[in-house]
Nanobody
Framework: VQLQASGGGLVQAGGSLRLACAAS???????MAWFRQAPGKEREFVAA????????HYADSVKGRFAISRDAAKNTVYLQMNSLKPEDTAVYYC??????????????????WGQGTQVTVSS
């Protein structure tokens, strides 16, 4: 499956953005996730969603501000980002796997990746 991330941009602190990850095929049963990587830092987990939309997980740093969701009809996963902070600045990547893994926070578990979209939050 091919993944295409979009929706990044420049926003002021406190603002919002919605990222989208469009898949080339049906991903309704896939485990999907968002990761991010800031310059000079390791790629870090942001959010993940199971095929059952009630199964969502978030990094502590974004809990209560970000929301991951999916639209099965559009083969798309979204990341709604609210109350953005300068420390959220990074390249955001979507990732997918055929199966849910208990190590959903580990980027090594995901075989499918989008190309990344830049999010810059100014103070």
């Amino acid at each position: 499956v091919q993944l295409q991330a979009s929706g990044g941009g420049l926003v002021q602190a406190g603002g919002s953005l919605r990222l989208a990850c469009a898949a080339s095929r049906d991903i309704s049963t896939y485990a999907m996730a968002w990761f991010r990587q800031a310059p000079g830092k390791e790629r870090e987990f942001v959010a993940a969603i199971r095929w059952n939309v009630r199964g969502t997980h978030y990094a502590d740093s974004v809990k209560g501000r970000f929301a991951i969701s999916r639209d099965a009809a559009k083969n798309t996963v979204y990341l709604q980002m609210n109350s953005l902070k300068p420390e959220d600045t990074a390249v955001y990547y979507c990732a997918g796997d055929h199966y849910w893994n208990i190590k959903y926070y580990d980027y090594n578990q995901y075989p499918f990746w989008g190309q990344g979209t830049q999010v810059t939050v100014s103070s």
